[in-house]
C-alpha cells in the first residue's frame, strides 16, 4: 500500500525561486492537509482540504497556495521562496465529514532549505 | 478557538518505568477528537491513540493509555514499561467537530522523550 506519497524528499531553492510539492494519496480520503514543522517544533498547518476543489487556511498559510482538483492529489505551491520557508513540510490525509475516530495518514516529508 | 497545549518540552524515563506526557486542549466544539502521534528521530509520523470526547471510557493501545480529564480539558499520555525504542518526539492533536466549520486537525508543540536503560 502506497499510502500518502510525497515528492521530492529533499529541495534546496534559491530565494526568490518557486515550486511545487507533490502529494497524492490512494485511500480515497476526503481530507488533506499540509503542515510544516520548523526544526524542534511541533506541526504547524498551513493549508488543508475537505474534498475537491474546497480548501481552507490553516494557522500558518502566507507565502503558499494549494489546489485540489482531484480527490488523490493535493500540490501546494511556493511562490518567491524565502528563508523563514525553510522547514520539513508534511502531507497528511484522512477521513472527514462526521468520521472523527480516524487517525491522518502522514507522507514522509519533504526537507526544503532556501538559500 | 481551538488550541492544543503541551508544556513539557523534554521528558526523562528509566526503562521499564512509567512516564505521563502532558496535553491540555482548549475548544469550544462538544465534538471533538484527540489523537496522540510519535515521531522518531527517523521523521515519520506514527499514530498512537485516539480518544472521542464522547467516549466514556479511557482510550488503551497496548502500553499507551490516555488520561483523559473532560472537565479539566486534558489529555495525557501515559506509556507504561518504557522501553528504548520509545526515545521520540510525542505530539497531541485535536480535530474538533462541526460547530466550527471544517474540522481540521492541529498539533502541540510536542515533548521529547528520552528514555534511559
Known amino acids: 500500500n502506497a499510502g500518502v506519497t510525497q515528492t521530492p524528499k529533499f529541495r534546496i531553492l534559491k530565494i526568490g525561486q518557486s515550486m511545487t510539492l507533490q502529494c497524492t494519496q490512494d485511500?480515497?480520503?476526503?481530507?488533506m492537509y499540509w503542515y510544516r514543522q520548523d526544526p524542534g517544533m511541533g506541526l504547524k498547518l498551513i493549508y488543508y482540504?475537505?474534498?475537491?476543489?474546497i480548501t481552507d487556511k490553516g494557522e500558518v498559510p502566507n507565502g503558499y497556495n494549494v489546489s485540489r482538483s482531484t480527490t488523490e492529489d493535493f500540490p501546494l505551491r511556493l511562490e518567491l521562496a524565502a528563508p523563514s520557508q525553510t522547514s520539513v513540510y508534511f502531507c497528511?490525509?484522512?477521513w472527514g465529514a462526521g468520521v472523527m475516530n480516524t487517525e491522518a495518514f502522514f507522507g514522509q516529508g519533504t526537507r526544503l532549505t532556501v538559500v | 478557538a481551538q488550541k492544543i497545549t503541551q508544556t513539557q518540552p523534554g521528558m526523562f524515563v528509566q526503562e521499564k518505568e512509567a512516564v505521563t506526557l502532558d496535553c491540555t486542549y482548549d475548544?469550544?466544539?462538544?465534538?471533538?477528537?484527540l489523537f496522540w502521534y510519535k515521531q522518531p528521530s527517523s521523521g515519520e509520523m506514527i499514530f498512537l491513540i485516539y480518544?472521542?470526547?464522547?467516549?466514556?471510557q479511557n482510550a488503551t493501545e497496548g502500553r499507551y493509555s490516555l488520561n483523559f480529564q473532560k472537565a479539566r480539558k486534558s489529555a495525557n499520555l501515559v506509556i507504561s514499561a518504557s522501553q528504548l525504542g520509545d526515545s521520540a518526539m510525542y505530539f497531541c492533536?485535536?480535530?474538533?467537530?462541526?460547530?466550527?466549520?471544517?474540522?481540521?486537525?492541529?498539533f502541540g508543540a510536542g515533548t521529547r522523550l528520552a528514555v534511559h536503560p
Open positions: 497528511a490525509s484522512s
Open positions: 475548544t469550544s466544539d462538544p465534538s471533538y477528537g
Open positions: 480518544q472521542g470526547s464522547y467516549d466514556q
Open positions: 492533536a485535536m480535530r474538533e467537530g462541526f460547530s466550527g466549520g471544517y474540522n481540521k486537525l492541529i
Open positions: 485511500m480515497n480520503h476526503n481530507y
Open positions: 482540504s475537505v474534498g475537491a476543489g
